[in-house]
T-cell receptor, first 115, second 109 residues
Framework: KAGVTQTPRYLIKTRGQQVTLSCSPI?????VSWYQQTPGQGLQFLFE???????NKGNFPGRFSGRQFSNSRSEMNVSTLELGDSALYLC??????????????FGPGTRLTVL | SQKIEQNSEALNIQEGKTATLTCNYT??????LQWYRQDPGRGPVFLLL?????KEKRKERLKVTFDTTLKQSLFHITASQPADSATYLC????????FGAGTTVTVRA
């Protein structure tokens, strides 16, 4: 079974630009969560999608948004990029909603650098 | 405010010894707790899940305990090997998974 895939793996943008990251979950997984990982803040929850609906959201500004398609693939978008958005963005899929008691399967991440 | 604290940022141990990692939390009432391993440049990998009504869980050389009174979980790696060198993250579930900052374990041969 193929794992979670994320594209692109690396991205360099400048302040003010916007970016879209993509995540393909494991086949059969309906829940996709996004996390931001930085050395200072660690792993922080961005949002979770289940069956094309945002089920939960973390404490991030409205510049961070996402969506999920009918095939469970998900995208996240960051508009008006700031230097502080430089991070590893991780996508995780699981069988059920909210991570519940199901393990999360993480992708390799997208390393975003904002200059 | 809610906090998840992992005992130390780094732990260096000799091969063959037992590594013990601590995860303490405040202002959470998790129904369960998970432990993940993360290698540099890669996403976390699930290791173990323990529910609030379980005191202990084992998987091969790994053992996890969960004390809801102390609000603490202990993660043990027995007979440690250099391949166990990684960052270990604990995670609690309320409406989302909240992660601790992690403890980086280095096992010396």
């Amino acid at each position: 079974k193929a794992g979670v895939t994320q594209t692109p793996r690396y991205l360099i943008k400048t302040r003010g630009q916007q970016v879209t990251l993509s995540c393909s979950p494991i086949s059969g997984h309906r829940s996709v969560s996004w996390y931001q990982q930085t050395p200072g803040q660690g792993l922080q929850f961005l949002f979770e999608y289940f069956s094309e609906t945002q089920r939960n959201k973390g404490n991030f500004p409205g510049r961070f948004s996402g969506r999920q398609f009918s095939n469970s693939r998900s995208e996240m978008n960051v508009s008006t990029l700031e230097l502080g958005d430089s991070a590893l963005y991780l996508c995780a899929s699981s069988l059920d909603s909210g991570g519940s008691y199901n393990e999360q399967f993480f992708g390799p991440g997208t390393r975003l650098t904002v200059l | 405010s809610q906090k998840i604290e992992q005992n130390s940022e780094a732990l260096n141990i000799q091969e063959g010894k037992t590594a013990t990692l601590t995860c303490n939390y405040t202002n959470y009432s998790p129904a369960y707790l998970q432990w993940y391993r993360q290698d540099p440049g890669r996403g976390p990998v699930f290791l173990l899940l323990i529910r609030e009504n379980e005191k202990e869980k084992r998987k091969e050389r790994l053992k996890v305990t969960f004390d809801t009174t102390l609000k603490q979980s202990l993660f043990h790696i027995t007979a440690s090997q250099p391949a166990d060198s990684a960052t270990y993250l604990c995670a609690l579930h309320d409406y989302k998974l909240s992660f601790g900052a992690g403890t980086t374990v280095t096992v010396r041969a």
